[in-house]
């Protein structure tokens, strides 16, 4: 009995000497390797570390970040299928956009004051590591302009409720994982039909699709494009966002109804609504002004009119929807949704 016990110490022994990784084949990101993977904002510019804005380092069997800390400038940073375990080095890289961390060996994340610090940071791929805590996923709540974020296939999104605390950790966020954030996963008790509700097709979205190229301007154009697919399905499905689009609409309709009325009180020729345009707060008058919401006058509340020659045939409808939408999101610290009862 004892031999048997000795031989299946002896098999288990073997099997995790089996298991154990090898990390001889791993390397550190030299000089030369970043300088070759990475590129700059100008094709014009001689290759420098500090003035790198691009690096894809994409499965080259790195153990750490190496001299990446030296790059100050760098804007793209694509790591993923790695074996990294430690990301503080990147303190010294706080103009990041876009950070892939994917399939690598991630336990934990730097504290709040590393996240602070990347004040541009908005799109961030954790998934496919081994993160396992919810406080260390907490520590994301500081960076202010995080818009997507991915911890699918990680210990920790296994957690009850998991998408619930994330999504009330970091109040920027627009999109966790492949799906679009909705309003029920934000608001507490909040039931919404089939069109506004989570995790349902209208919401879905692939976000770790992988770039053809990591060129400066490639590498913004897709960023361009997530952000402002995300903004067009918050627009269509967040029954939040269309009923305060409503309500502004109608707020500056009456507006303009006073200062119609304030017209003809003076003799001034009345002007009348272009009522297309008035639920997305542009409104066109006949005479060639535009009306815009949210320009009033604080001293005797009135809405100001800007004065165009314009050909209102000419104009691009879609167009300039998408642009309101946009300047919205733009100009808010992050979601526009109401966060007064949020359940812990």
């Known amino acids: 009995m004892a031999a048997f016990g000795n031989g299946l110490n002896g098999e288990c022994s073997k099997t995790s000497s089996y298991l154990r990784l090898d990390r001889s084949h791993l390397v550190s990101p030299s000089k030369s390797l970043i300088l070759s993977c990475g590129e700059m904002d100008s094709v014009f510019k001689e290759k420098k570390l500090e003035k790198i804005a691009v690096v894809n380092l994409s499965g080259h069997y790195l153990k750490n970040l190496g001299n990446l800390s030296n790059c100050s400038a760098l804007k793209i940073c694509i790591l993923p299928r790695n074996y990294i375990t430690k990301i503080d080095a990147l303190a010294n890289c706080p103009n990041l956009i876009k950070l892939d961390l994917h399939g690598n060996h991630i336990t934990n994340l730097p504290d709040e004051y590393f996240w602070s610090e990347m004040k541009c940071l908005q799109i961030l791929y954790l998934h496919d590591n081994i993160i396992g805590d919810m406080n260390s996923v907490k520590s994301l709540f500081p960076c202010p302009s995080l818009v997507v974020l991915t911890l699918f296939d990680t210990p920790v999104s296994l957690v009850p409720r998991y998408r619930h605390r ?11 994982d492949n799906f679009v954030i909705a309003d029920e996963e934000v608001i507490e008790d909040c039931r919404n039909r089939k069109k506004f509700k989570a995790l349902s097709p209208y919401f879905f979205i692939h976000l ?28 269509h499905h ?49 005479d060639g002004s535009i009306w815009a919401a949210g320009s009033s006058n604080k001293q005797d509340d009135q809405c100001s009119a800007v004065h165009l020659e314009i050909d209102k045939n000419k104009l691009n409808i879609k167009l300039l929807e998408t642009a309101h939408v946009f300047y919205e999101w733009s100009s808010g610290p992050g979601r526009n949704r109401s966060n007064a009862h949020l359940k812990e």
């Open 208 to 235: 770790t699709v992988p770039p053809q190229t990591s060129s400066w301007q490639d590498e913004l154009k897709q960023i361009r494009d997530l952000v402002s697919t995300i903004n067009n399905i918050l627009a």
């Open 166 to 176: 994330v999504v009330n950790y970091i109040w920027s966020l627009k999109a966790l």
């Open 238 to 286: 967040s029954a939040v966002l269309i009923l305060q689009r409503w309500s502004r609409g109608f707020l500056t309709r009456r507006k303009l109804r006073a200062a119609s009325a304030a017209h003809q009180q003076k003799g001034l020729p009345s002007k009348e609504m272009n009522a297309e345009l008035c639920s997305w707060g542009i409104h066109v008058l006949e």
